[in-house]
T-cell receptor, first 115, second 118 residues
Framework: AQTVTQSQPEMSVQEAETVTLSCTYDTSENNYYLFWYKQPPSRQMILVIRQEAYKQQNATENRFSVNFQKAAKSFSLKISDSQLGDTAMYFCAFMSGNQGGKLIFGQGTELSVKP | SAVISQKPSRDICQRGTSLTIQCQVDSQVTMMFWYRQQPGQSLTLIATANQGSEATYESGFVIDKFPISRPNLTFSTLTVSNMSPEDSSIYLC???????????????FGAGSRLTVL
C-alpha cells in the first residue's frame, strides 16, 4: 500500500523568504502522480503543483517549485518570496496511475508566513 | 477547471440522525469522489460515484453508513447515516478536471461541508 509522510507538522517563514516543505512517499508503482495542495482557513483545497513520475524535470508554478527525487521517493515543495497569503495547511498527495481520483494524503504541514 | 458547489456549508446535527450533503458541478463528469477530513487530519477517500452504477467504497466505509446517489452527470449526494460524534468531520466532494496545464488526474474540490454531531 502507498503511504505519504510529511515529517514537519508546523513551519514558519518570514515574508519574502524561502521555505521548503518535505514529503516522502512509498510505492512499488512506476506510473503515478504527486501533488501539493494547500488548505487555507477557508478550508478550500487548492492545487498548488503537480508532478508526473515519468518526468525528470521538476515542476514549477510561479513561486512554487518541487524537488522530485524519484529514487529517494522524495517530493519537497519550495516556496520562494513567501507571501502572507501563503499561510495555510499544505498537503502532499500521491495518486496511482491506475486509480484516478484516489489521492493518498500526507498528514499536512501547517505553514505560517510572518510579516 | 470545474466549479463545485456543496450544500450545506456546515451543520450541527443530533446523534442518531442522518444528513444528506449535495454536490453540484458546473460541467458533466464521469466520476465524482467523496472525501472525509476528520478534525486535525488529512483527507481520506470514502467512495467513488459513477453515474448509472453503484458507488465504489474504500476499505473502512460501507454503503449503509454512507449511501451515495448519482442521478446524473453533474450531481451527487452523500448521506451520513445514524450519526455519532465520531462522524464530526468535513466532507468534501471532488471531480477530475483540467488544471495545471495538462490537467490529467487533477482533482478539484468543493469547499466542503463541516458537520458537527452532538
Amino acid at each position: 500500500a502507498q503511504t505519504v509522510t510529511q515529517s514537519q507538522p508546523e513551519m514558519s517563514v518570514q515574508e519574502a523568504e524561502t521555505v521548503t516543505l518535505s514529503c516522502t512517499y512509498d510505492t512499488s508503482e512506476n506510473n503515478y502522480y504527486l501533488f501539493w495542495y494547500k488548505q487555507p482557513p477557508s478550508r478550500q483545497m487548492i492545487l498548488v503543483i503537480r508532478q508526473e513520475a515519468y518526468k525528470q524535470q521538476n515542476a514549477t508554478e510561479n513561486r512554487f517549485s518541487v524537488n522530485f527525487q524519484k529514487a529517494a521517493k522524495s517530493f519537497s515543495l519550495k516556496i520562494s518570496d513567501s507571501q502572507l497569503g501563503d499561510t495555510a495547511m499544505y498537503f502532499c498527495a500521491f495518486m496511482s496511475g491506475n486509480q484516478g481520483g484516489k489521492l493518498i494524503f500526507g498528514q499536512g504541514t501547517e505553514l505560517s508566513v510572518k510579516p | 477547471s470545474a466549479v463545485i458547489s456543496q450544500k450545506p456549508s456546515r451543520d450541527i446535527c443530533q446523534r442518531g440522525t442522518s444528513l444528506t450533503i449535495q454536490c453540484q458541478v458546473d460541467s458533466q463528469v464521469t466520476m465524482m469522489f467523496w472525501y472525509r477530513q476528520q478534525p486535525g487530519q488529512s483527507l481520506t477517500l470514502i467512495a467513488t460515484a459513477n453515474q448509472g452504477s453503484e458507488a465504489t467504497y474504500e476499505s473502512g466505509f460501507v454503503i449503509d453508513k454512507f449511501p451515495i446517489s448519482r442521478p446524473n452527470l453533474t450531481f451527487s449526494t452523500l448521506t451520513v447515516s445514524n450519526m455519532s460524534p465520531e462522524d464530526s468531520s468535513i466532507y468534501l466532494c471532488s471531480v477530475e478536471s483540467g488544471g495545471m496545464r495538462s490537467g490529467a488526474n487533477v482533482l478539484t474540490f468543493g469547499a466542503g461541508s463541516r458537520l458537527t454531531v452532538l
